[in-house]
């Protein structure tokens, strides 16, 4: 992958995707990377040219963000904004429909003007002159109130979600620590010569040797690796723990550097949960870590190292191993009956010995190398980001090393150990220029019998750098009975397992608040151990403490209460008095509903008469001057040609007949005929009860 390109305020990544088919470069273009909604989206834009792959990945994101790509957007964010423009849409359509009435009503007005008319002024008024702007005002003011009462509500519960939050990071942080310190592991470090058990226990501020030992092995029966020779180095460690007297089947054991992928990578900023989905869609890894195998193979840690809001990225801390080799260490403790709970990579226990040296000054400005027959490496720790450089040996030239002997002069040793040294430089000058930091002085730790006896060679060769031997026991209390087994020339040779025997099984997240190369875990079980572990803690722990927790958190809920309740009672009287006035305005603005739907209901029978024409208009009051006064309209359809249905209700029979001869009377009616008659019935209509009856009459105008 080359440089990543940011754009889109640092959302968008572009990259140049390599794609290989066996072994062999397939493709070589542009591709675009986001992260949406929690799960990681690639998209390659199917050029070379960095420009035009700009313009086409940009427009993706755009379409991305927007909504069109994804039919299935959430738009829960946007639910207020949506409720307050569907209610200006909805007034506005009701001042439409009013505004499309009016021109008519004023052409209705125009011909009245012209021709007499007998249809009162209160009446029309009554009909057409519905004044919206209060049911306007109302409707504004009830959202106003709706979202004051919401918006209140929303802090109210965001605040005690954010204390709520603070307690349990506090009280995670607690139990992990009570946790991480009643512990017991022993630390295993398993090499080609040799086994390193110790186990540590902690009193205040000092660190204890409880147990230590090491049991040589035979180099014959491991040159081929101690992985295959699994029952022979079985065998010997428990030996090795019998000698040691650990009584904890609870172990942290290492595997080799070089059979790690260590990778610290950029990732655009994301939440822990934002993360969690993509690492569990497989695609984050695929992108960020192109791995020469599946990645199902390996067993893989990660942690965040940092955010940066400013860039909108974050530097994540990645560490792999093939499940295979994993399976291999943990296999050879499980033959001899142990359990091992932590698998680290060699290098972060020597940083994790080192770490725990508390009186060596200026660690920061300090690197530490290995230098032995199997591992050599230098490693760099920067604001929690490891910088770990391999330097390159031959067999033969590391059996150099192992053979050299300080008072027999050999050149060839000179010219590894200056290659050596070349190396080494190069990896500090690429540390420094990169940092603007420098490296002063050079931690040792090897497995070398005759170290001591190389490191003039090395100080000829890096005259600016300090260089030592590390001790990891310097600051340890070494009770009597261990005294001669760290009595050695060369001690640095338990800096692995100490760095081990320093590691606790963290169940609840306590190193999170740390750093993240004290927390690596690569075994492809440890949810599983955490999970028991935790109920293991917790049930000891509600054995001895669980009274006097739940004591101090009622005290504490308690006096929490009163704090809310003190200051949320001017809240709530604010919230009293807010309901109270929406509830008010909410039966007006019942009543104001009620009154625009009989204004629509007046509107639609208003509709029915079309006064457009001066024909139809004279038609129309030569029916109404022919209506006798014992009979009254219910409905009055006109088809808009040259008929028009009457339908009313008159006091007797005569009426009705009175009625249709007027109307044939009339110089624009052709004819006028009873088309039905019937008797009204039911509760609801009051005419009934007077006797009243019901007609239809079809009246075929002149026209």
Not at 339 to 347: R, S, T
Not at 423 to 439: G, P
Request: aromatic share 8%; charged share 25%; net charge positive.
């Amino acid at each position: 992958m080359s440089n990543i390109i940011s754009t889109k305020d640092g959302r968008l990544h572009i990259y140049v995707r390599q794609d290989k088919y066996k072994g062999k470069l397939k493709s070589e273009n542009w591709v675009g990377r986001t992260f949406y909604k929690g799960k990681q989206k690639v998209v390659s834009s199917g050029t070379t040219d960095l420009e035009e792959a700009k313009k086409i990945l940009e427009q993706w994101y755009d379409d991305l963000i927007s909504g069109k790509l994804d039919n299935n957007s959430d738009n829960d964010s946007n639910n207020n904004i949506n409720i307050d423009q569907n209610q200006n849409v909805e007034t506005s359509k009701t001042t439409e429909q009013v505004s499309e009435i009016k021109p008519e009503i004023t052409k209705e007005n125009q011909l009245q003007n012209n021709t007499s008319s007998t249809i009162p002024e209160e009446k029309k008024k009554k009909l057409f002159n519905f004044d919206l702007s209060s049911l306007k005002n109302l409707s504004s003011l009830k959202d106003k109130l709706s979202f004051k009462k919401d918006n209140l509500e929303n802090k109210n519960n965001q605040k005690d979600k954010n204390n709520l939050s603070k307690f349990k990071k506090l009280f995670s942080e607690k139990i992990s620590k009570a946790n991480v310190a009643g512990e017991e592991i022993a630390g295993i470090d398993i090499g080609e010569d040799s086994i390193k058990i110790a186990q540590l226990s902690k009193k205040e501020n000092d660190w204890i040797l409880e147990k230590i030992s090491l049991r040589l092995l035979d180099k014959n029966k491991t040159a081929d690796g101690v992985i295959n020779a699994k029952d022979y180095v079985s065998e010997e460690l428990k030996l090795g723990m019998a000698n040691a007297k650990v009584s904890t089947t609870n172990v942290a054991i290492s595997i080799p550097v070089t059979s790690a992928i260590i990778r610290v990578v950029t990732s655009p900023l994301m939440s822990d949960d934002e993360l969690q989905k993509a690492i569990e869609t497989d695609s984050l890894w695929e992108n960020l870590v192109q791995l020469t195998d599946d990645l199902n193979e390996y067993s893989i840690f990660h942690q965040v190292i940092s955010r940066n809001n400013k860039t909108n990225t974050m530097e994540i801390l990645f560490v792999a191993s093939k499940l295979s080799d994993v399976n291999a260490y943990s296999s050879i403790v499980k033959k001899a009956g142990l359990n091992p709970v932590i698998l680290d990579v060699k290098c972060f226990t020597l940083k994790n010995a080192f770490d725990n040296s508390f009186k060596i000054e200026n660690k920061a400005n300090n690197a530490l190398l290995e230098i032995g027959s199997e591992d050599n490496y230098l490693i760099i720790v920067h604001d929690n980001i490891p910088i770990i450089t391999d330097i390159f040996l031959r067999p033969n030239e590391k059996d150099l090393l192992g053979q050299f002997d300080g008072n027999i002069q050999n050149t060839d040793t000179d010219s590894v150990v200056r290659r050596y040294c070349m190396q080494l430089k190069q990896a500090l000058s690429d540390y420094e220029s990169k940092y603007s930091s420098k490296i002063n002085n050079i931690k040792i730790v090897s497995s070398l019998a005759n170290i001591e006896e190389l490191i003039p060679l090395f100080k000829k060769n890096l005259l600016n750098t300090g260089l030592q031997v590390f001790d990891p026991l310097n600051e340890l209390q070494i009770p009597a009975y261990n005294q001669e087994k760290t009595n050695l020339r060369n001690r640095s040779i338990y800096t692995s397992v100490l760095g081990l025997a320093y590691r606790k099984l963290d169940v609840f997240g306590y190193y999170k608040f740390v750093t993240a190369v004290k927390n690596i875990n690569l075994l492809p079980n440890r949810e599983a151990l955490k999970r028991q572990s935790k109920l293991k803690f917790l049930s000891g722990f509600a054995m001895k403490g669980l009274v006097g927790g739940i004591a101090a958190l009622y005290l504490f809920l308690i006096g929490f209460s009163f704090f809310q309740i003190s200051s949320n009672k001017g809240k709530l009287a604010s919230e009293s008095n807010i309901e109270q006035e929406f509830n008010l305005v909410s039966a007006e603005h019942k009543k104001l509903t009620k009154t625009v739907n009989d204004m629509k209901k007046a509107l639609k029978l208003g509709n029915m008469v079309n006064s457009n024409q001066t024909a139809s208009y004279r038609a129309l009051a030569q029916i109404t001057r022919s209506v006798p006064q014992r009979v009254q309209f219910t409905d009055l359809n006109y088809n808009g040609n040259n008929q028009v249905i009457i339908t009313g209700l008159a006091f007797s029979d005569q009426d009705i007949i009175n009625f249709i001869a007027n109307l044939n009377g009339k110089d624009l009616i052709d004819q006028a005929s009873l088309k039905a008659m019937n008797v009204p019935k039911g509760k609801n209509d009051l005419q009934s009860a007077n006797n009243k009856k019901g007609f239809t009459i079809l009246c075929k105008l002149k026209i």
